[in-house]
């Protein structure tokens, strides 16, 4: 089980390119979600999926989508990178959609300067 | 969402219990306690979680009060490995984490 997975580990882009994080699970679980951590502070959700196909927003999502075709990938797109997303991004996913008894594993982070 | 308030940053020394509390005042009957610890450069990691009762694992203990409305967890015997940043978090709906405890362990 390589558990989550997410590529690139780091990566630069200027203001105004595009890009999209890479998120894969290989523990058939339901729910995934993509937070953000910046600099000194918690990790704050911007988008999660219950489920192939369903998305929702989370609490900081202007300027990211998403999509779930698969159970096991959650792709974060950029669609206009700006420097306030400068940020250490981190996919997660837990068995049940939503069930406060699961448990979230995280991956390791994408590390991302924008310029 | 329920809110968690926990200390700013605590120190131990090498080998001794850590007692982090956690106060969350405004916890529904259906929320669970959940404490992840992030390591430096690292994403979060499970710790443990509970609801009612207090529990025990290989990596630590969580006791929850009887009202609920506060728990701590405990490190039995502090490692320099511990040193993380600790979150406390109420899961309801949603998985909100608050700023966290930083947690040093001195030798």
């Known amino acids: 089980n390589a558990g989550v997975t997410q590529t690139p580990k780091f990566q630069v882009l200027k203001t105004g390119q595009s890009m999209t994080l890479q998120c894969a699970q290989d523990m058939n679980h339901e729910y995934m979600s993509w937070y953000r951590q910046d600099p000194g502070m918690g990790l704050r959700l911007i988008h999660y999926?219950?489920?192939?196909?369903?998305?929702d927003q989370g609490e900081v999502p202007n300027g990211y989508n998403v999509s779930r075709s698969t159970t096991e990938d959650f792709p974060l797109r950029l669609l206009s990178a700006a420097p306030s997303q400068t940020s250490v991004y981190f996919c997660?996913?837990?068995?049940?959609?939503?069930?406060?008894?699961?448990?979230?594993?995280f991956g390791p982070g994408t590390r991302l300067t924008v310029l | 969402d329920a809110k968690t308030t926990q200390p700013n940053s605590m120190e131990s020394n090498e080998e001794e219990p850590v007692h982090l509390p956690c106060n969350h005042s405004t916890i529904s009957g259906t929320d669970y306690i959940h404490w992840y610890r992030q390591l430096p450069s690292q994403g979060p990691e499970y710790v443990i979680h509970?609801?009612?009762s207090n529990v025990n694992n290989r990596m630590a203990s969580l006791a929850i009060a009887e009202d609920r409305k506060s728990s701590t967890l405990i490190l039995h015997r502090a490692t320099l490995r511990d040193a993380a940043v600790y979150y406390c978090?109420?899961?309801?709906?949603?998985?909100?984490f608050g700023p966290g405890t930083r947690l040093s362990v001195l030798p």
């Open positions: 997660a996913s837990s068995r049940q959609a939503g069930g406060p008894a699961d448990t979230q594993y």
């Open positions: 978090i109420l899961y309801g709906q949603n998985f909100v």
């Open positions: 509970g609801l009612t």
């Open positions: 999926s219950v489920g192939a196909g369903i998305t």
